[in-house]
Every structure is written in C-alpha cells, then in structure tokens.
C-alpha cells in the first residue's frame, strides 16, 4: 500500500531534550516537506526537499533541523525543544515538487 | 501578506445542496498551482483537486469543482450535493514554482452539513 509513515504518532516531552520524529514513504517521490499545524494558522511549511541530499527552509524552520540522506526518509529534529513548538506535525510526500501532496497521519507533540 | 487568504472560519449547509468555499491567494509568481485538501474529524489529510496557473478550464473531481479567476486571484471549490461526510475542515493551498516549490496553505474553513 502506497503511504507516508510518521513516527511517533503521539509524544509527549520536556523542554531541551532532544528528539527526532521520523517519516517514511514508499511511493519512490522525489519531494518530501514537513508541516506544523496550529489552530487558526492552517498548516505551515517547516522545511522541505526536493531530492536526496537537497533540503530547504519554508516559513517557519526555527528550532528544526533536517536530513535527507536516502530518498524515503525525511527525518524532523528538534534540537532543544520548547512548549512554543508543542503542535501537530505532518509529513508529506509528492511525486516531484509540482504534483499533489500525500500527507502522513501527523504526529501531535507536547513540549512541556 | 498572508499568501493564502480563506474568510470563511465556519459554514454551514444543508445535505444535498452546492456549497461554495471561497480562497484568495496572492503570488506574483507566473507559474503556481493551487490545490484543496479535506481534514476530517479524524485528523488526516485528503487531496481534493488541483489547478495549474496556466490551465485554462476549471478543474473538475467528481463533486468537486475549482473556480478559477486568475484576474481576481481567486481558487474557490465548489462542493455540489453536500453529503454527511463532507463535514470537514477544507483548506486551500498554493505552491509557488517560481520560489523553489514552496507551499502555504490557508487557515481552513469547517463545513458543517446539515441533514
């Protein structure tokens, strides 16, 4: 079945401890983009990638890192997470950065 | 300036009529796409529809439909005969390809049908 994974689904955590929230898809798509949503903000682009090895930074990458060593991985980092970063993060991938977004089932993180 | 405009915090509508939900974007880029994604109760996110800035007939997915003004910079989608399971946040999106492929969505609009 042709998906995007994210992982954990759910995490809870302390302020400065570092984690790493994982995506995966098996689709074989070049781009892949990783989004925050906050109530009455809509989703926002964190960071994103058009290939392997290419990453770059959408509106809102502060406090996050990222890698894209193998095409189906797109890992998120947070370095020294704070409460402002408590949200829902979503995953998604497209075919190239022109076609449609198909969207992992989020992970919803508390930084307290 | 918010690139993706959508005024609508909440709608209602009754089952079976057409619904309209209304997105303005601001770009100044010539080539863009613009899409709309569903986000129901449960959480996920569904694409909907696309429309390319150089197409030149609205797009059209079974129920769905995008009217596209280019002059007004306008993408509102358009819902006909509301089912139940349209009930849903909606969200309007827009990718610049001028600008490195970068994507800003809306804040969303929650349809509310009603039986």
């Known amino acids: 079945e042709a998906q995007v994974t994210q992982n954990p689904r759910y995490l809870i955590t302390v302020t400065g401890k570092k984690l790493t929230v994982t995506c995966s898809q098996n689709?074989?798509?070049?781009?892949m983009s990783w989004y925050r949503q906050d109530p009455g903000l809509g989703l926002r682009q964190i960071y994103y990638s058009m290939n392997v090895e290419v990453t770059d930074k959408g509106d809102v990458p502060e406090g996050y890192k990222v890698s894209r060593k193998e095409k189906r991985n797109f890992p998120l980092i947070l370095e020294s997470p704070s409460p402002n970063q408590t949200s829902l993060y979503f995953c998604?991938?497209?075919?190239?950065?022109?076609?449609?977004?198909?969207f992992g089932p989020g992970t919803r993180l508390t930084v307290t | 300036a918010q690139k993706i405009t959508q005024t609508q915090p909440g709608m209602f509508v009754q089952e079976k009529e057409a619904v309209t939900l209304d997105c303005t974007y601001d770009?100044?880029?010539?080539?863009?796409?613009l899409f709309w994604y569903k986000q129901p109760s449960s959480g996920e996110m569904i694409f909907l529809i696309y429309?390319?800035?150089?197409?030149?007939q609205n797009a059209t997915e079974g129920r769905y439909s995008l009217n596209f003004q280019k002059a007004r910079k306008s993408a509102n989608l358009v819902i006909s005969a509301s089912q139940l399971g349209d009930s849903a946040m909606y969200f309007c999106a827009m990718r610049e390809v001028d600008n490195f492929n970068k994507f800003y969505f809306g804040s969303g609009t929650k349809l509310n049908v009603k039986p």
């Open positions: 770009t100044s880029d010539q080539s863009y796409g």
């Open positions: 429309q390319g800035s150089y197409d030149e």
């Open positions: 998604a991938s497209s075919l190239t950065g022109v076609h449609e977004q198909y």
């Open positions: 689709m074989n798509h070049e781009y």
